[in-house]
């Protein structure tokens, strides 16, 4: 059984940052490609960051040169850090894994989900 585990969410002025991170299990997770989505109240899931098996990587425009996800195979745990965050970027955030019949973004099928992790910026 898959499990996505998430934390390291929380609120910050903006400006600040934070650091996700998503402990996988029942997966072999570095085989294959893994991402982080976010939901903000009122609106749709949207593709954040996604990183290929390869250690290649794909960022949202809104996040690039702002975000950075990285993986730890040897710990099973994806880490999105998150700088210069703007009250944009709040919402609930989910660790994606690859499966067959996901959801297409960033060149991967996501169709595995964690439960999410609340990150708040204020103005």
């Known amino acids: 059984q898959v499990q996505l585990v998430e934390s390291g969410g929380g609120s910050v002025q903006a400006g600040g940052s934070l650091r996700l991170s998503c402990a996988a299990s029942g997966y072999t997770y570095s085989s294959y490609c893994m991402g982080w989505f976010r939901q903000a109240p009122g609106k749709e899931r949207e593709g954040v960051a996604a990183?290929?098996?390869?250690?290649?990587?794909h960022y949202a425009n809104s996040v690039k040169g702002r975000f950075t996800i990285s993986r730890d195979n040897a710990k099973n745990t994806l880490y999105l850090q998150m700088n210069s965050l703007k009250p944009e970027d709040t919402g609930l955030y989910y660790c994606a894994a690859a499966r067959d019949g996901g959801r297409w973004w960033g060149g991967c099928l996501f169709g595995y989900w964690g439960q999410g992790t609340q990150v708040t910026v204020s103005s």
């Open positions: 990183i290929y098996a390869d250690g290649g990587t």
